[in-house]
Nanobody, 118 residues
Framework: QVQLVESGGGLVQPGGSLRLSCAAS????????VGWYRQAPGKQRELVAL???????NYADSVKGRFTISRDNAKNTVHLQMNSLKPEDTAVYYC????????????WGQGTQVTVSS
């Protein structure tokens, strides 16, 4: 079993920045699609950003131009740089690592709270 641990959440004012990190207990990110999801109270979990094993990236329209996902395979870490934060970015952010071919896996972190408020 692999553990994913998120960090970097907190309270920030609108327009501010945060950098989330997701650390894996084993070296899996280089062979996985790694995504950051978020879930706000009363809403469904949604995909925010995705980085594939070939380093291509995808973003939700709501965060394009503001968020950047990156991966450091040597440190088994994926980051989400969040700039120009808005109150609607408030949510619990989760890291996910998934591989749909053998060896298959689907791991989730425990989540980190991001609150954007003045």
């Amino acid at each position: 079993q692999v553990q994913l641990v998120e960090s970097g959440g907190g309270l920030v004012q609108p327009g501010g920045s945060l950098r989330l990190s997701c650390a894996a207990s084993r070296s899996i990110f280089s062979i996985a699609a790694v995504g950051w999801y978020r879930q706000a109270p009363g809403k469904q979990r949604e995909l925010v950003a995705l980085i594939l094993s070939g380093d291509s990236t995808n973003y939700a329209d709501s965060v394009k131009g503001r968020f950047t996902i990156s991966r450091d395979n040597a440190k088994n870490t994926v980051h989400l740089q969040m700039n120009s934060l808005k109150p609607e970015d408030t949510a619990v952010y989760y890291c996910n690592a998934r591989r749909q071919v053998i060896p298959k896996f689907d791991y989730w972190g425990q989540g980190t709270q991001v609150t954007v408020s003045s």
